[in-house]
């Protein structure tokens, strides 16, 4: 019985880590600006691989980030006021309509010994165009 929950876990990682490889060889985890595409972004020590990533959008569209990371965090969407949790070694993915023009910021703050922390580090610059 523990050698199936073992396999079933280590397949469940190689889905995740074939999901997120499939989009990094797509491009989609360049720093630089992502425009209505999926960008994925890792987050290392609660920081992102290659610095803030900048998307830009039109209202209506889509906005879709999957983020892995390496630290148990919590990541938000500031203005649009969600959070989901993220597990080291585990993936997170947003889909949401970009339904509110402005700037915004998506942050991961890290969870020490089960405690929030505060301070969050900014993962994506979110600029909606009316």
Same mark, same amino acid.
């Given at each position: $019985? ?27 985890? @360049? @720093? ?14 609660? $920081? ?20 892995? @990371?390496?630290?148990?965090?919590? !990541? ?35 969870? !020490? *010994? ?6 969050? *580090? ?6 909606? *165009?009316?």
């Amino acid at each position: $019985m523990q050698s199936r929950k073992a396999a079933a876990a280590v397949g469940a990682a190689l889905v995740v880590f074939a999901v997120v490889l499939f989009f990094v060889l797509r491009g989609g985890s @360049s @720093s630089g600006p992502t425009t209505k595409g999926v960008t994925v972004i890792t987050l290392h020590h609660g $920081m992102p691989v290659g610095g803030v990533h900048d998307i830009t959008v039109d209202v209506g569209d889509p906005v879709q980030v999957v983020v892995h @990371s390496d630290i148990r965090a919590n !990541v938000d969407v500031h203005g649009y006021d969600f959070t989901k949790p993220v597990k080291p070694g585990r993936t997170v993915s947003y889909d949401f309509p970009a339904n509110l023009d402005g700037e915004f910021e998506m942050e991961a703050h890290p969870v !020490v *010994n089960g405690e929030e922390q505060e301070n969050g *580090n900014q993962i994506v610059a979110l600029t909606v *165009n009316p």
